[in-house]
DNA sequence: TTGTAGGCGTTATCAG
DNA sequence: CTGATAACGCCTACAA
C-alpha cells in the first residue's frame, strides 16, 4: 500500500505461499508449539481456553500438518502401503477402492505399488514401502513367499489376501476358490449337462489349481467321469479363453457347456464360440468366476462365481488398521455366490 | 555371547532391526554424512578413494535413504501426486499404469487419489498432495475450474488432462475428441448408413458435447440431416446405453447404426440389442469409443475409436518431470485412430 | 574436496 | 496442564 504505482502482478508475482508452520499457529494463538502439536492431536488432557484460541488461529491460518515432519517426528506416517499386482486390474480395481473408502475417514491414505506378478517386483515394493515408513502394508495375492510375509510382519503389520497365513502381526483373508468353482459346476450338472469343459487358470496361482480341484469335485460328487480331454489350459486372459475353445473344437471331444476359471476367459471362449457359430446358451452355456463389473453387461450376461472385490478391500483395509491399533483381526470373506444369468440354461440333447 | 545359556529366541525375539541411517554409513565409511550425502546423490565433484569406501558400506549395511527425511530437509520428495477421478476405472486403469511405467525408472513414486468426479473432493486431493509435498501433479480429466488449476500451478508444477489449458507451471495434453466421433460416424457413413443413432455420454463433461459435435458434423458433412429423435442421452455407463437403446426402440423411429459415446455405453446397448434379438452388425451396426481393453473381446468384437491411454499416462509423467526440471513439455496425444472390428458393416436396406 | 553446524516441521520427553 | 529441549534423518550452506 506504500506504493501505490507499483503494479500488484510485480509485487507479489508469484509467491508461492510459505507454507503456514505448526509454529506460526503456536505464535499467533500465544501458545507453545507442543501445546498446538497437542490439542491438534489429542494427545493430551483437554485445555480450557488456550484450546479455543489454537483452534481459531488454525483456521485463520488455514495451517495444514506436514505429514513427512510428523512421520520424522513421531514414527506414524498414516499412510498404508497397498502393494497390488496390477494397477489397472479389472478384478482388482474394486478392492483398491475399497481400500480407498475404509482408509480415507480414518484419515490414512493408501500408497499404491503395482509388483507385475513378479516376486522380485514384490519384494522391492515392500522394501521402498518400509522406507517409506508406511503404518502397514497390505498385499493382494502376494507372490512372495510365506515366509518371505512373514518376515515383513516382524517389523511391519501385514494384511495378505489370497492364501490361509497367520502370524504375529500378519493377517490373511482368503476366498473359497474350490467351493466356489464347485458350485459353478454343481449348476451346469443341475442343468444337465454332462460334458462340461473346464478352461484352467494359470496354474501358477494357487486359486487356478483350487478352482481346478472344484470343478474335479464336483463333477466327482455327481458321479460324471472327469474327462482330461475336455480341460484346457487357460492363463487367466481373454485372449488364451479363446484359444482354449479353439482347441476344444478342434479336438472334437462333444461338450455342452464350458465353465471358464474366470471371467476374462469366458470372455474369450464366448467371442471363440461366437466366431464359429454357436450360440451361447443355445449351443452351449459358459459359465465364468469372479464376476467382473462388465460381466453383467456382456450378451448375453455372464452367469458367474460372484467375487466380493470391494469387500475384500475394505476388510482388508480394517484388518491392518486393527493390527496397527493392537486389536486382532477377526474379518472374513463372504462365502461365493453363484450367480445365474443368461449365459447358461438347460443342456440340449446332444 | 556373553549368556550362552539364553535362548536365542529370547536374545532377539522379533527386533525390527534399527533402521541404518546415513549416519552410520558415514562412520564405517570413515567419512563425514556430508560426504555420503553428496556421493550417493552425486552433489559434488566426484570424490576418489572415499567414494569407493562410502559405496560399499552403503552396500554392506543395506542403507536406503529415509524418503520423508529427504523430504523434509531437501525440499524434493521424489514423489508425484496423481488424481483420478475413480481408481477402478476400466479406462483409466492404462493411463495410471502408463505413469507409473514412466516414473520408476526415474525414481519417482506416483501417489494416487481417487476424486470420483467431484470438484470439492478433487480440491481436496490437491491439497492433501501438496501438503504431502509431491514434487508435481498430473489431474486426469479434473472437474475443477481452470483458475483453479492455475491456481494450484503457481506452487507446483501440474498437468492436466482432457482440456486445453496452458499456464506458467501448468501443461496438458488433450485428445480430440471431435475428430475421434466424426471419424466413426464417418465410417458408418460409408457403410451405407443414414439412420445413425447417437447415445451421448454425460454431457456434464466438455468431452461427451465434443463427440456429439463430431457425429452432428459428420452428418452434415455427408448432407445427412441430424435427426433429434435418433439422439438419446447416455451417462457414459453401461446401464444408461441399455436404456438408451430400449428407449430408441420404444419410439420407433427407424436406424440401422448405433454410435455410442464411449465403449461401456456400447457394451450396454449392444445388450439391449440382444434383447431385442436384434444382431449385431446383420441387423444394427454398433460403434463405441475408447477402445477399452475388453472391447476388442466382446462378441462380436466392437468397432470403435481408439484412446492411447497408457499413451496418455506415459506422456503426462514425462511432461510434469520435464516440468520439474524446468523444460518445456512439448508432447501430444496422438490422433484418433478408427478400428474397424466386427460389430459394423454395411447398411442393410432398410 | 571434506567436515561442521544449522535447520526442515513435528512429536516426545521432561521438568515445572 | 504447559513450556522448554531434544531428537527424527537428511541436506546444504559455510568454513576449513
Not at 503389520?157 to 466356489?180: C, I, K
Not at 482388508?316 to 493390527?323: E, K, M, T, Y
Request: include cysteine.
Amino acid at each position: 500500500m506504500n506504493k501505490p504505482n507499483t503494479p500488484d502482478a510485480a509485487a507479489a508475482p508469484a509467491l508461492p505461499k510459505a507454507p503456514v508452520t505448526l509454529q506460526m499457529v503456536a505464535e499467533l494463538a500465544g501458545v507453545s508449539p507442543s501445546t498446538v502439536s497437542r490439542i491438534l492431536n489429542g494427545t493430551a488432557v483437554v485445555s480450557g481456553a488456550k484450546r479455543q484460541a489454537v483452534l481459531e488461529a488454525t483456521k485463520t491460518l488455514g495451517f495444514v500438518p506436514n505429514p513427512l515432519a510428523r512421520g520424522l517426528a513421531g514414527g506414524k506416517t498414516f499412510s498404508i502401503g497397498v502393494v497390488t499386482q496390477a494397477i489397472d486390474s479389472p478384478f482388482y480395481g474394486a478392492a483398491l477402492r475399497g481400500i480407498e473408502d475404509e482408509l480415507d475417514p480414518m484419515g490414512y491414505s493408501p500408497l499404491f505399488m503395482s509388483a507385475h506378478w513378479n516376486p522380485t517386483a514384490e519384494a522391492r515394493c515392500l522394501e521402498l514401502l518400509q522406507a517409506r515408513r508406511v503404518d502397514g502394508i497390505v498385499v493382494l495375492m502376494p507372490r512372495l513367499s510365506d515366509s518371505a510375509l512373514l518376515h515383513c510382519a516382524q517389523s511391519l503389520p501385514v494384511v495378505v489376501t489370497g492364501r490361509e497365513l497367520r502370524g504375529d502381526r500378519l493377517y490373511s483373508l482368503n476366498f473359497d476358490n474350490f467351493a466356489g468353482a464347485f458350485r459353478a459346476t454343481e449348476h451346469l450338472l443341475a442343468l444337465g449337462h454332462r460334458h462340461i469343459a473346464f478352461i484352467t487358470g494359470d496354474e501358477e496361482h494357487p486359486d487356478a489349481a483350487e478352482r481346478h480341484q472344484g470343478y474335479r469335485a464336483a463333477l466327482q460328487a455327481a458321479g460324471v467321469p472327469y474327462d482330461p480331454r475336455l480341460v484346457v489350459p487357460g492363463m487367466y486372459h481373454e485372449l488364451s479363453g479363446l484359444d482354449a475353445v479353439n482347441r476344444l473344437i478342434a479336438h472334437g471331444s462333444p461338450f455342452t457347456a464350458i465353465f471358464a476359471a474366470n471371467d476374462q476367459m469366458a470372455a474369450g471362449a464366448a467371442l471363440g464360440l461366437y466366431q464359429h457359430g454357436l450360440r451361447v446358451p443355445d449351443d452351449v452355456s459358459l459359465v465364468g468366476f469372479d464376476d467382473l463389473p462388465n460381466s453383467v453387461y456382456s450378451s448375453p450376461p455372464l452367469s458367474t462365481i460372484h467375487q466380493p472385490a470391494y469387500e475384500l478391500g475394505r476388510l482388508a483395509a480394517a484388518s491392518v488398521l486393527q493390527l496397527i491399533a493392537g486389536t486382532q483381526p477377526t474379518a472374513q470373506l463372504p462365502r461365493p455366490e453363484l450367480l445365474v444369468r443368461a449365459s447358461s440354461s438347460v443342456a440340449r440333447t446332444l
